[in-house]
């Protein structure tokens, strides 16, 4: 086994140190930067007025954007360089889709997050830093070997449960290692790899470029229409959500949102690629992201879209404006 997946398998996370060229990841850093000042804009007149005290969509001066499909930042491709997918290959052992083309970005302000695992199920994240980033303007910290059951398993695919209590248990049992990153690295992790953000003491924000890699099993999926469906009840969500200034209301549509992506198997449905850009995809590339809507009906066919894939994301939504009018309606204290 080669030395970076076996540190994959056994740390739970995998540092590339100088993959990318300093030039092109300059060029993504000053499109990123175009697009994400746009979001700010866009995320303040939508929620005027709103009393969440995050300062952000995310967290405490945290931020989560998806990435446009129209842009360089998806053509580049960077999220199926061959590096990174030699590993993903090994580890899944089985077919895989890039679900979230997305980013993660720390502001100034931000604090520790609690320490937590992204899910109890495999799958694997990408990071690429469009800035040097360590201790002072807020690395990721992570807790080695903690998404295995216990520190001498054998590395596996299954997920591992635990509960809030177990997960600090776990994080207290390890040294915790801060991913210390420079223009042109990346990393990989294991979603389920205990972890948290930490603070930016700095005067800038620190981003990254994320994709999200998600197991699946065949080549089904609900349809576009379906999908589109479940999308406008997460935009309704935030919108009701967001100016409460309630966290148990705003994570709810987000967790919501994320259930819609992760049952299409991608966030490229309001977001269809066009054929501008699809041209341009490498056949890796057009193979994480066989899941998207394009402008290119070849491309679409590729994937099946059945009722009974249709039917279950039309019962998590039923249940999803259920639930969320109920806790809309019960008592909790405004943070």
Same mark, same amino acid.
Request: proline fraction near 4%; hydrophobic fraction near 35%; charged fraction near 25%.
């Given at each position: ?11 739970? /996370? $995998?540092?590339?140190? !100088? ?34 005290? /995050? ?24 999220? #199926?360089?061959?590096? *990174? ?6 580890? &899944? ?16 302000? %931000?604090?520790?997050?609690? =320490?937590?695992? +992204?899910?109890?199920?495999? @799958?694997? #994240?990408?990071? =690429?830093?469009? =800035? ?20 001498? @398993?054998?590395?596996?695919?299954? !997920?591992?449960?635990?509960?809030? +209590?177990?997960?600090?248990?776990? @994080? ?35 981003? $990254? ?11 089904? @999926?609900?349809? &576009? ?24 209301? *705003? ?12 049952? %299409? ?8 690629? !066009?054929?501008? *850009? ?8 057009? /193979?994480?992201?066989? &899941? !998207?809507?394009?402008? +290119? ?11 009974? %894939? ?15 009018? #109920? ?9």
């Amino acid at each position: 086994m080669k030395p970076t997946i076996d540190h994959f398998k056994k740390e739970g /996370y $995998y540092h590339g140190k !100088s993959y990318f060229n300093i030039p092109q990841i300059e060029e993504l850093h000053t499109e990123f930067n175009y697009h994400f000042e746009e979001k700010i804009k866009r995320f303040n007149e939508r929620f005027e007025g709103n009393q969440t005290n /995050y300062g952000a969509n995310h967290d405490i001066n945290r931020w989560n954007m998806l990435l446009p499909s129209d842009s360089q930042l998806l053509s580049s491709g960077f999220y #199926a360089e061959p590096a *990174i997918m030699e590993i993903l290959h090994e580890v &899944f052992h089985t077919d895989f889709s890039l679900v979230f083309f997305s980013s993660d970005i720390a502001a100034p302000g %931000s604090k520790f997050q609690q =320490i937590h695992q +992204d899910g109890n199920d495999f @799958a694997v #994240a990408l990071n =690429i830093p469009l =800035i040097d980033s360590d201790e002072v303007n807020g690395a990721t910290q992570v807790f080695p070997k903690t998404h295995l059951v216990s520190e001498n @398993a054998v590395f596996t695919n299954d !997920s591992n449960e635990f509960t809030d +209590d177990e997960i600090i248990e776990r @994080a207290n049992q390890q040294t915790p290692v801060y991913l210390n990153v420079t223009k042109g690295d990346f990393t990989l992790r294991d979603l389920r790899l205990i972890h948290r953000g930490t603070p930016n003491n700095s005067a800038a924000i620190r981003p $990254y470029l994320s994709a999200i890699y998600l197991p699946v099993e065949n080549n089904e @999926a609900p349809t &576009f229409e379906t999908i589109e469906k479940g999308l406008e009840v997460f935009k309704k969500f935030k919108q009701e959500a967001f100016p409460t200034g309630r966290v148990d209301l *705003i994570d709810y549509a987000n967790t919501f949102g994320r259930l819609v992506m992760g049952m %299409s198997n991608s966030d490229r449905i309001h977001r269809p690629i !066009s054929k501008k *850009i699809s041209d341009q995809l490498s056949e890796q590339a057009l /193979y994480c992201l066989r &899941f !998207s809507k394009f402008e +290119d009906a070849t491309l679409n066919n590729k994937i099946v879209r059945t009722i009974e %894939s249709s039917q279950a994301l039309e019962n998590e939504i039923s249940n999803a404006l259920i639930e969320f009018e #109920a806790l809309k309606n019960s008592p909790t204290t405004t943070h």
